[in-house]
């Protein structure tokens, strides 16, 4: 496997490097983080990842540019001052891991769920979130200008210094259940978060 992972890798960077002219872009299904060395995990730029479990992973200033992540599962994951810019997230699993100084700019989320992070200093910046959970999360200084939140459930997360939500492009949250929604308007939603959020 490991010698089949560096032919894959090998083939990525030549893909990065002749913008797709040779070589081939980094498709991974079923991948452990552990089967990964350290420089494989910092070279998952623009890459497709499909089922891919990182556990206690350290992926501090990693780059995902572009990347898209379909049914990966994040357990315990420090991001430190990591790339999400233009990442195509669905339907992953974030549990017990921290985001700090990261960028999600343009990034899209559907389907997610967050359970017991941490976001500190990290912009949401034109980032797009649809049919989200985040549950017992803590947001600190978060830049939330012209994102869009639609159908959003924060389940007993608390925000910190929330920026610049009053000028999100859409703010919809969900104060019920996946199965049984209770939608906020606009106005509500951001009464809701200020409701919730510390000084």
Avoid at 78 to 99: G, H, L, R
Avoid at 120 to 144: L, Q, R
Wanted: with cysteine; proline share 1%.
């Amino acid at each position: 496997m490991s010698s089949n992972l560096k032919t894959l890798f090998d083939n990525h960077k030549k893909w990065l490097e002749t913008e797709g002219e040779s070589g081939e872009q980094l498709v991974l299904e079923n991948v452990k983080s552990e089967q990964l060395t350290n420089e494989q995990l910092q070279f998952l730029t623009d890459s497709i990842l499909t089922e891919c479990i990182f556990t206690d992973t350290m992926l501090n200033g990693n780059d995902f540019y572009h990347t898209e992540m379909y049914s990966c599962k994040f357990n315990s994951v420090s991001c430190n001052n990591v790339q999400f810019i233009k990442c195509d997230i669905n339907d992953n699993e974030f549990i017990n891991s921290s985001f700090e100084c990261t960028n999600l700019n343009k990034a899209e989320l559907f389907d997610c769920i967050f359970n017991q992070c941490t976001f500190i200093d990290t912009t949401f910046i034109n980032i797009g979130v649809w049919n989200t959970a985040f549950n017992e999360c803590c947001f600190t200084n978060i830049d939330f200008e012209d994102a869009y939140l639609e159908n959003i459930i924060f389940s007993n997360s608390i925000f910190i210094n929330p920026i610049n939500i009053d000028k999100a492009t859409k703010v919809v949250l969900n104060i019920g259940t996946k199965e049984k929604p209770i939608l906020l308007s606009r106005e509500e939603s951001i009464t809701w978060i200020s409701e919730h959020s510390k000084s």
